[in-house]
């Protein structure tokens, strides 16, 4: 079946200017994930939902950042008002179980999306 | 923040050797997950090791875990071109997040 799906793949965009993140999970999968991947390291937790729900966004680095899955399926991640310190890769993960499923689901990762603001 | 660090941070071998990475992590974990990423693609999950376990095998993967020094290896035998690519040893907290180490650049030459 098809994999995790991120739109754009490369995002340009100028200083100052708000840019939207998609994430398409895998089909009937509960739980939904952002990192942000700085380059020559490893991927750093932004947000998790379970479901539509936001369980956790301790990973988000100030307001500017915000992220909904409001029918519990497709997840944006928003950045407002973007700065030369956001360029990163971002990427989304899913897994098929949610929060009951414990702390051995797989995570199943997407292609990610490379943002670069000037 | 990074929970772990592997070591060496990049390995260049020739096909057919064996290569062997090593993560430490800090805190006490509930498994420990490995996972694999090539240039241009995503993170690919290779294999979770449970802390009640020592020693795991998939394929041509063998890893081991010592929860007392709280360290782990990945073993790849009779490394292919196609293995080249950087690996991630990653612990789950929280609600099932994953902290990730600094990753190990893996280079096999034919």
């Known amino acids: 079946g098809a994999g995790v799906s991120q739109s754009p793949r490369y995002k340009v965009t100028k200083r100052g200017q708000d840019v939207a993140l998609r994430c398409d999970p895998i089909?009937?999968?509960?739980?939904l994930y952002w990192y942000r991947q700085a380059l020559g390291q490893g991927p750093e937790f932004l947000t998790y939902?379970?479901?539509?729900?936001?369980?956790?966004k301790s990973g988000l680095p100030n307001d500017r950042f915000s992220a909904e899955r409001p029918e519990g399926s497709i997840s944006t991640l928003t950045i407002q008002r973007t700065e030369q310190r956001d360029s990163a890769m971002y990427r989304c993960?899913?897994?098929?179980?949610?929060?009951?499923?414990?702390?051995?689901?797989?995570?199943?990762f997407g292609p990610g999306t490379r943002l670069t603001v000037l | 923040s990074q929970q772990g660090e592997e070591d060496p941070q990049a390995l260049s071998i020739q096909e057919g050797e064996n290569a062997t990475m090593n993560c430490s992590y800090k805190?006490?974990?509930?498994?420990l997950q490995w996972y694999r990423q090539n240039s241009g693609r995503g993170l690919v999950h290779l294999i979770l090791?449970?802390?009640?376990?020592r020693e795991k095998h998939s394929g041509r993967l063998r890893v081991t875990l010592d929860t007392s020094k709280k360290s782990s290896s990945l073993l790849i035998t009779a490394s292919r071109a196609a293995d080249t690519a950087s690996y991630f040893c990653?612990?789950?907290?929280?609600?099932?997040?994953?902290?990730f180490g600094t990753g190990t650049r893996l280079l096999v030459s034919p």
């Open positions: 805190t006490s974990i509930n498994n």
């Open positions: 990653a612990t789950p907290t929280g609600f099932q997040k994953l902290v």
């Open positions: 993960a899913s897994s098929p179980k949610g929060l009951a499923g414990g702390r051995t689901d797989t995570q199943y």
């Open positions: 089909s009937g999968h509960v739980s």
């Open positions: 939902f379970n479901y539509e729900a936001q369980q956790d």
């Open positions: 090791i449970r802390s009640n376990e």
